[in-house]
């Protein structure tokens, strides 16, 4: 019976009973043992009749699997299928670290799945001749004829489970945050070394004036931490690790019964109205009366057509879906960047001042720390949202193309229409709520303006700011301006003066330049606006337009700010944006940062940003000023450049 081919093995119990008859074949002295030294060592048709194990590939479990380009790369099971026209077993992998559109469909030849561990047996009695019965055992074939043991075979199936678990839980203990008892969530590290969750040690000094490690009780100067990336990446690999260890079996799909359930006749008619499957005895009850009836071919192919209308535009939404989570992508990285920006830029400038103003600039670096992580988990929200949707559209349209594929009518129509329900309901609200790209950037004026100034306006006696002593080109001026107090003051007259009209002079527009053009380093200046109800200020390029009607934008090569009816302020951007201050300003000060493309509006009172323009600036920049028309004589008093 050794030598009879084995039957076909259909279920992994019976495969275990016929490699357990193989061990017992091996430990019968009667049989031959490894065959003939001389023979060929083909690795096949062995004198043993060893049957090859069938190594399960477990779902969720990662192995290495051999991609189209014929590279190799991690890859995690996601689920299986069974290729009907193949007669194969087919493994949906998703390659770690690669986009999820890489997913395929992959036959057990592509994966690398290791052997199970087998054991030799082990003779455990002192002498090494004699088994602990008394017994000789047997000898394996060699040069002088005395045989030897042959290897048993072990399947070890529980250690390597049971191992892996204890180092795991093990591990785990050292990735426990001591305040929650939980896995690390966003771990960081305080000053002394010590780790906890970014929430549990902010919950844990809220309302404290001074601050100490929950952990050692040591003292912390200042409440401040770092992100601990290392030990987030640890978690992540301790959490996959335990999901591998168990990984879920799927669910097999039930075979749909083919008779009906109430009259046991052949199921041949869909009813439209129920969306169920009927047989003729159902079409004439009066539970169906008056039901519309369509016969299972004919609607497989009208619920197919319904649902391929229903892919088409997931579809579309799908690569929508993708293109803004590729741009959501882009901002977060461009936030970032900005974020570091400003930081370097408010360090650089507290390095001057640092020993008296070390106060200062930790509360400023907290603002922008504070300021910089709401807009960026905003912008990473949403993107989460974008992918849940993106993964959301693909799974129904992986399932819509299976159930179109599905050559069984009866499994096709079984649930095909809260199906459908469930696609248009998923497309609808898609088509609805819509996919938005969230763009978030940083109050620029508030963390890359002049901060040394800004602090002069609070520290007077401590440090002397540098305010550039301004004053106006006559040859600017429109002829109804009237320029005064040493070219520092203009106001708006009725009468036009006999001016000569120059190229730099502005023909209709109520504008005057500044004497003096900036086209580098980092600049800041100050006009006295007072109460006036209507005025402009702002920087012009040296080749705006000065003739006729000009639209003030940057477009043309202007970058202000205006206030009109006393209460109406407005950034005269492209189109112009409404502003809204906490208070109206007595001054306002003009940041310029050439080389950093920057134009900041200041309430030069506390110095509270109003609004930054940001370009590129690649000539001559020159203040300008208009005071207005006259408004009867409540806009008449004139705007002043401030020099101390």
Same mark, same amino acid.
């Given at each position: 019976?050794?030598?009879?081919?084995?039957?076909?093995?259909?279920?992994?119990?019976?495969?275990?009973?016929?490699?357990?008859?193989?061990?017992?074949?091996?430990?019968?002295?009667?049989?031959?043992?490894?065959?003939?030294?001389?023979?060929?060592?083909?690795?096949? @048709?062995?004198?043993?009749?060893?049957?090859?194990?069938?190594?399960?590939?477990?779902?969720?479990?990662?192995?290495?699997?051999?991609?189209?380009? /014929?590279?190799?790369?991690?890859?995690?099971?996601?689920?299986?299928?069974?290729?009907?026209?193949?007669?194969?077993?087919?493994?949906?992998?998703?390659?770690?670290?690669?986009?999820?559109?890489?997913?395929?469909?992959?036959?057990?030849?592509?994966?690398? &799945?290791?052997?199970?561990?087998?054991?030799?047996?082990?003779?455990?009695?002192?002498?090494?001749?004699?088994?602990?019965?008394?017994?000789?055992?047997?000898?394996?074939?060699?040069?002088?004829?005395?045989?030897?043991?042959?290897?048993?075979?072990?399947?070890?199936?529980?250690?390597?489970?049971?191992?892996?678990?204890?180092?795991?839980? @093990?591990?785990?203990?050292?990735?426990?945050?001591?305040?929650?008892?939980?896995?690390?969530?966003?771990?960081?590290?305080?000053?002394? /070394?010590?780790?906890?969750?970014?929430?549990?040690?902010?919950?844990?000094?809220?309302?404290?004036?001074?601050?100490?490690?929950?952990?050692?009780?040591?003292?912390?100067?200042?409440?401040?931490?770092?992100?601990?990336?290392?030990?987030?990446?640890?978690?992540?690999?301790?959490? /996959?690790? +335990?999901?591998?260890?168990?990984?879920?079996?799927?669910?097999?799909?039930?075979?749909?019964?083919?008779?009906?359930?109430?009259?046991?006749?052949?199921?041949?008619?869909?009813?439209?109205?129920?969306?169920?499957?009927?047989?003729? &005895?159902?079409?004439? +009850?009066?539970?169906?009366?008056?039901?519309?009836?369509?016969?299972?071919?004919?609607?497989?192919?009208?619920?197919?057509?319904?649902?391929?209308?229903?892919?088409?535009?997931?579809?579309?939404?799908?690569?929508?879906?993708?293109?803004?989570?590729?741009?959501?992508?882009?901002?977060?990285?461009?936030?970032? +960047?900005?974020?570091?920006?400003?930081?370097?830029?408010?360090?650089?400038?507290?390095?001057?001042?640092?020993?008296?103003?070390?106060?200062?600039?930790? +509360?400023?670096?907290?603002?922008?720390?504070?300021?910089?992580?709401?807009?960026?988990?905003?912008?990473?929200?949403?993107?989460?949202?974008?992918?849940?949707?993106?993964?959301?559209?693909?799974?129904?349209?992986?399932?819509?193309?299976?159930?179109?594929?599905?050559?069984?009518?009866?499994?096709?129509?079984?649930?095909?229409?809260?199906?459908?329900?469930?696609?248009?309901?998923?497309?609808?609200?898609?088509?609805?709520?819509?996919?938005?790209?969230?763009?978030?950037?940083?109050?620029?004026?508030?963390?890359?303006?002049?901060?040394?100034?800004?602090?002069?306006?609070?520290?007077?006696?401590?440090?002397?700011?540098?305010?550039?002593?301004?004053?106006?080109?006559?040859?600017?001026?429109?002829?109804?301006?009237?320029?005064?107090?040493?070219?520092?003051?203009?106001?708006?007259?009725?009468?036009?003066?006999?001016?000569?009209?120059?190229?730099?002079?502005? #023909?209709?527009?109520?504008?005057?330049?500044?004497?003096?053009?900036?086209?580098?380093?980092?600049?800041?200046?100050?006009?006295?606006?007072?109460?006036?109800?209507?005025?402009?200020? /702002?920087?012009?390029?040296?080749?705006?337009?000065?003739?006729?009607?000009?639209?003030?934008?940057?477009?043309?090569?202007?970058?202000?700010?205006?206030?009109?009816?006393?209460?109406?302020?407005?950034?005269?951007?492209?189109?112009?944006?409404?502003?809204?201050?906490?208070?109206?300003?007595?001054?306002?000060?003009?940041?310029?940062?050439?080389?950093?493309?920057?134009?900041?509006?200041?309430?030069?009172?506390?110095?509270?940003?109003?609004?930054?323009?940001?370009?590129?600036?690649?000539?001559?920049?020159?203040?300008?000023?208009?005071?207005?028309?006259?408004? #009867?004589?409540?806009?008449?008093?004139?705007?002043?450049?401030?020099?101390?």
């Amino acid at each position: 019976m050794a030598s009879t081919a084995q039957p076909e093995i259909s279920s992994e119990l019976e495969k275990k009973e016929v490699l357990a008859a193989g061990e017992e074949a091996d430990n019968n002295p009667e049989e031959p043992v490894d065959g003939d030294e001389d023979g060929d060592d083909d690795g096949g @048709d062995g004198d043993e009749g060893d049957v090859e194990e069938d190594v399960i590939v477990q779902i969720g479990a990662t192995y290495s699997c051999k991609r189209q380009d /014929g590279t190799y790369h991690e890859a995690e099971v996601v689920k299986t299928r069974m290729n009907k026209q193949a007669g194969r077993e087919e493994f949906f992998v998703h390659y770690v670290g690669l986009n999820r559109r890489q997913n395929e469909w992959v036959d057990k030849t592509r994966l690398v &799945i290791p052997k199970p561990v087998k054991e030799e047996q082990v003779d455990n009695s002192t002498d090494p001749e004699t088994t602990e019965d008394g017994k000789s055992p047997l000898k394996r074939k060699s040069d002088d004829g005395a045989p030897e043991a042959k290897k048993v075979k072990v399947e070890v199936e529980m250690a390597p489970s049971t191992n892996s678990m204890m180092a795991s839980g @093990d591990f785990a203990e050292e990735l426990t945050c001591l305040l929650c008892n939980e896995l690390f969530k966003d771990p960081v590290m305080v000053e002394c /070394g010590h780790n906890f969750c970014r929430n549990c040690i902010d919950k844990a000094w809220n309302g404290q004036e001074s601050f100490t490690c929950p952990d050692c009780k040591e003292v912390i100067t200042d409440k401040r931490y770092t992100t601990n990336r290392a030990l987030a990446n640890l978690v992540k690999k301790t959490v /996959g690790a +335990s999901a591998v260890l168990t990984p879920a079996k799927p669910a097999e799909k039930p075979k749909p019964a083919e008779n009906c359930p109430e009259h046991d006749e052949r199921l041949k008619l869909y009813c439209k109205d129920d969306g169920t499957l009927s047989c003729v &005895i159902c079409r004439d +009850s009066l539970k169906h009366a008056s039901h519309n009836f369509l016969p299972i071919l004919d609607a497989v192919e009208v619920y197919k057509t319904e649902l391929s209308a229903i892919v088409a535009p997931l579809e579309e939404a799908l690569k929508v879906t993708e293109q803004l989570t590729s741009q959501q992508s882009e901002k977060v990285e461009q936030h970032k +960047s900005n974020v570091s920006e400003s930081r370097q830029h408010i360090e650089s400038e507290f390095e001057k001042l640092r020993t008296f103003l070390k106060e200062r600039e930790e +509360s400023l670096l907290e603002q922008l720390q504070e300021q910089g992580e709401n807009l960026l988990k905003e912008m990473e929200i949403n993107m989460v949202k974008l992918q849940e949707n993106q993964d959301s559209i693909k799974q129904t349209i992986t399932m819509a193309n299976e159930r179109m594929n599905d050559d069984d009518s009866i499994s096709f129509l079984t649930g095909i229409k809260s199906f459908i329900d469930k696609c248009q309901e998923q497309q609808k609200d898609v088509m609805v709520a819509g996919n938005t790209l969230l763009s978030k950037d940083l109050c620029r004026g508030t963390f890359n303006g002049p901060i040394q100034y800004s602090l002069w306006k609070q520290m007077k006696s401590f440090i002397v700011p540098y305010l550039s002593p301004m004053m106006l080109d006559p040859s600017t001026a429109h002829p109804n301006l009237i320029l005064s107090d040493g070219l520092t003051s203009v106001k708006y007259g009725d009468t036009k003066l006999p001016l000569p009209d120059n190229p730099k002079r502005f #023909s209709q527009c109520i504008l005057v330049l500044g004497s003096q053009g900036f086209d580098s380093g980092r600049h800041y200046w100050e006009v006295d606006v007072g109460d006036k109800t209507a005025w402009d200020v /702002g920087m012009a390029s040296e080749s705006s337009n000065r003739k006729g009607k000009i639209k003030l934008n940057p477009k043309n090569g202007y970058w202000a700010i205006w206030l009109r009816n006393g209460n109406a302020y407005k950034a005269l951007e492209s189109p112009s944006k409404s502003l809204i201050l906490n208070c109206k300003p007595k001054r306002i000060g003009v940041y310029v940062d050439y080389e950093g493309g920057q134009i900041s509006f200041y309430n030069a009172d506390d110095m509270s940003a109003i609004y930054t323009f940001r370009a590129k600036f690649t000539e001559k920049l020159y203040p300008y000023l208009s005071p207005f028309l006259h408004d #009867s004589g409540r806009n008449a008093d004139p705007l002043r450049l401030v020099h101390n």
